[in-house]
């Protein structure tokens, strides 16, 4: 049995562990009873697309893969800063 091939196009597919805020609570409330949240952990897969120092881009989907250029959906822009961990896959 061959492995699979984990890569398409230059593009690693990879697991990121990121923290996420809590989204925003809509009803009116008073603040001295308020109580912070704490984070989400997050885990996305995908291909790796773009990265610089200050974000990461995945895309869960790859189209034209056999043309010159490749088209990607569903990209999520990731914060370095709310990176934990990434894992090649």
Same mark, same amino acid.
Do not use: H
């Given at each position: ?15 990121? @562990?990121? @923290? ?12 001295? @009873?308020?109580?912070? %949240?704490?984070?989400?952990? &997050?885990? =996305? ?8 120092? /200050?974000?990461?881009?995945?895309? %869960?989907?790859? #189209?034209?893969? @056999? &043309? ?5 959906? #569903? ?5 370095? =800063?709310?990176?934990? /961990?990434? /894992?090649?896959?």
């Amino acid at each position: 049995m061959r492995k699979t091939q984990r890569k398409t196009n230059g593009f690693p597919i990879v697991l990121v @562990e990121w @923290e996420d805020s809590q989204r925003p609570l809509a009803p009116w409330q008073w603040v001295d @009873e308020y109580s912070l %949240p704490d984070a989400v952990l &997050c885990r =996305s897969v995908g291909f790796l697309i773009a990265q610089t120092k /200050k974000a990461l881009a995945l895309a %869960p989907n790859l #189209g034209d893969v @056999e &043309c010159e250029r490749a088209q990607a959906s #569903g990209i999520i822009r990731i914060p370095r =800063s709310a990176v934990r /961990k990434i /894992k090649n896959l």
